[in-house]
């Protein structure tokens, strides 16, 4: 009986010392009576001991969508992180690879896929049960398709989780990473040369089309669109004034990005703030939180202003607030357009300007891209969650 429970419970702590009480001592029985034995059996404890540890390194962790949220979604309760299906030692699917992300992008957009199906939009709903997605930067481990090979960096709108197999079917949803330049933080092609920066891009100059001397305002100024919609005009010559919601993301934007001017919204009501900064009006509002910033600015701008409406985080988890100035977009002749990067005639159109601009900036230097960086899939929830309650500085990307 000793010898037998010996061989139960060694391999499952071999791992690591096995000195708790009686285990302890009925291993030291074990060895020094039965030393024959005790060799016979360690070629067994070191195969269960690396089964256990490959078995360990094969985990496959996703985040995972499992309850629609009423309000802010609560990590563990909305999302959580579960085991997905991985065989680390199975080929490359026939014409498809295995990835190892690297990194993967969070951003506000995905709050209103945390819906019900039925419910439609520009983006279709998450699906319940299923790991979330979004953009990505991975690495190719395996590959059963001429375009990629081992070690290729690739973008991807992918699971969010540490590894993926795409099929020849799915290879679509991967391309190439084009870093000609050769930026070290690859981080940046989630950020400025990615989805935001694209975003930030087409639609300031499709739509808000900034004039050198104008002035724009625009609301989450630290955010990832925010800080690059403020560095675009400023490469325009414009009067740049932001929004953000504490004293150190207003130093970034004042002292770091070079923005003419700024407050904190908890401490200075919008429509106080501009016209403290903007005596003379603003021509260009960059829209990404709504509710009384949006109220604030459709009094201060300027006959024939723009209004690029990006986003509304103020209201993706609050009741609408009341827009009771809308008369303005009459009589001071505004224009007000939404927008989606995928348009035909935004992200489209202008991806070889953006990509050609901006890779030069930021290798120069002269546009900087802050990262919030949350480390750790298991911390993935809550740095997803953290950006709806405006805890990052910069864009928020998840580190694998």
């Not at 989606?340 to 930021?362: L, T």
């Amino acid at each position: 009986m000793p010898l037998f429970l010996g061989t139960v419970f060694l391999p499952r702590k071999c791992i690591g010392p096995v000195r708790d009480g009686w285990r302890w001592t009925l291993w030291a029985r074990v060895s020094t009576s039965i030393v024959g034995t005790v060799v016979c059996i360690a070629p067994c404890l070191v195969i269960c001991c690396l089964s256990e540890l490959l078995q360990f390194t094969m985990t496959n962790q996703a985040l995972v969508f499992k309850k629609i949220p009423e309000a802010y979604p609560i990590p563990g309760e909305h999302l959580v992180l579960e085991p997905v299906s991985y065989d680390a030692n199975a080929p490359a699917p026939a014409n498809g690879v295995v990835l190892q992300s690297l990194y993967t992008s969070f951003d506000p957009y995905m709050r209103g896929r945390m819906r019900p199906a039925n419910i439609k939009s520009y983006a279709p709903a998450f699906t319940l049960d299923a790991p979330i997605e979004s953009s990505s930067v991975l690495k190719v481990l395996r590959s059963n398709n001429p375009s990629y090979k081992e070690g290729d960096l690739v973008l991807g709108f992918v699971p969010v989780q540490q590894y993926v197999a795409l099929s020849g079917e799915e290879i679509a949803r991967i391309r190439p990473l084009d870093n000609p330049l050769g930026i070290e933080d690859v981080r940046v092609f989630l950020g400025a040369l990615g989805m935001p920066g694209l975003t930030a891009y087409s639609s300031l100059y499709e739509i808000g089309q900034p004039k050198k001397g104008e002035t724009l305002f625009v609301s989450a100024a630290s955010g990832a669109v925010g800080q690059l919609v403020g560095q675009l005009a400023k490469h325009e010559g414009l009067t740049v004034i932001g929004s953000v919601g504490s004293d150190e993301k207003l130093d970034y934007i004042t002292k770091e990005l070079g923005f003419d001017a700024g407050f904190n919204y908890k401490k200075e009501k919008p429509a106080d703030a501009l016209a403290r900064l903007a005596p003379n009006g603003i021509d260009i509002y960059y829209e990404n939180v709504g509710g009384e910033h949006m109220a604030a600015a459709l009094d201060a701008l300027n006959d024939f202003g723009r209004v690029v409406l990006c986003g509304l985080i103020s209201q993706y988890n609050s009741a609408p607030y009341p827009i009771t100035n809308i008369a303005n977009v009459l009589t001071k002749r505004l224009t007000m357009r939404g927008f989606i990067v995928s348009d035909e005639g935004m992200g489209p159109k202008y991806a070889v300007d953006h990509q050609k601009n901006v890779q030069k900036w930021v290798k120069e230097g002269s546009f900087k891209t802050l990262i919030h960086e949350t480390e750790g899939i298991e911390n993935a929830a809550e740095g997803l969650v953290g950006i709806f309650h405006g805890k990052n500085l910069g864009k928020a990307v998840l580190k694998f």
